[in-house]
């Protein structure tokens, strides 16, 4: 069975400090990982996935087979990265699951 | 086009009524889901479909909830004899197969 992990519901950290959000999966073969954000008052949007490999908004995440997870890290949190952010997974069947969601809160 | 959008945005009921909400993907999309979230929780799978076939429903969504794409455009989703275990956000998406998905602002109900 699909499922992701979030163990965090709430993050803080203090401005210019480094941020990792964690996320493990369960997925039996190769997943496509997602990162998906919601700021306040705006709708879920994608932040970034695994096979882009690309740096957005200053945050990265590398997927671990080994371990099964695909934590996000920024290494200088800013206060307009305070949002939800989904961890998510979409297997062979292209059905995307998410997490619970964990609250980054940027603290001044 | 402007995005996925959803309508209505807030709808209140009485329990035991049947509502149906609609969504709008963006045009060219083949893949359109539906998600219901609730208060502290991610987004819960409901349903999604390629064109106008629906793929999957979940198994934790019961028989009152159904959903339809008649022609592989726009999609609604209907839930009979509401309860207030109902009231949620109810998300849609869109996307081409294996793509980025577009959420739409959702529709909040609120069963009384």
């Known amino acids: 069975a699909q499922r992701v992990t979030q163990p965090e519901k709430l993050l803080s950290v203090f401005k210019g400090a480094p941020v990792e959000l964690k996320c493990n999966y369960s997925?039996?073969?190769?997943?496509?990982l997602f990162w998906y954000v919601q700021y306040s008052r705006q709708r879920l949007q994608l932040l970034l996935r695994h096979i882009s490999r690309e740096s957005i908004k200053g945050f990265t995440a590398d997927l671990n087979k080994g371990e099964t997870s695909f934590h996000l890290k920024k290494p200088f949190a800013q206060e307009e990265d305070s949002a939800m952010y989904y961890c998510?997974?979409?297997?062979?069947?292209?059905?995307?699951?998410f997490g619970k969601g964990t609250r980054l809160h940027i603290l001044p | 086009d402007t995005g996925v959008s959803q309508d209505p945005r807030h709808k209140i009921t009485k329990r035991g009524q049947n509502v149906t909400f609609r969504c709008d993907p963006i045009?060219?999309?083949?893949?359109l889901y539906w998600y219901r979230q609730t208060l502290g929780q991610g987004p819960e799978f409901l349903t999604y479909?390629?064109?106008?076939?629906?793929?999957?429903k979940s198994r934790l969504l019961s028989d009152r909830f159904s959903a339809e794409r008649p022609k592989g455009s726009f999609s609604t989703l209907e839930i009979q004899r509401t309860e207030q275990g109902d009231s949620a956000m109810y998300l849609c998406a869109s996307s081409l197969v294996g793509e980025e998905a577009f959420f739409g602002q959702g529709t909040r109900l609120t069963v009384v």
């Open positions: 479909f390629q064109n106008e076939a629906q793929l999957e």
């Open positions: 998510a997974l979409s297997g062979r069947d292209d059905k995307i699951i």
């Open positions: 045009s060219e999309h083949n893949r």
């Open positions: 997925y039996s073969g190769s997943p496509e």
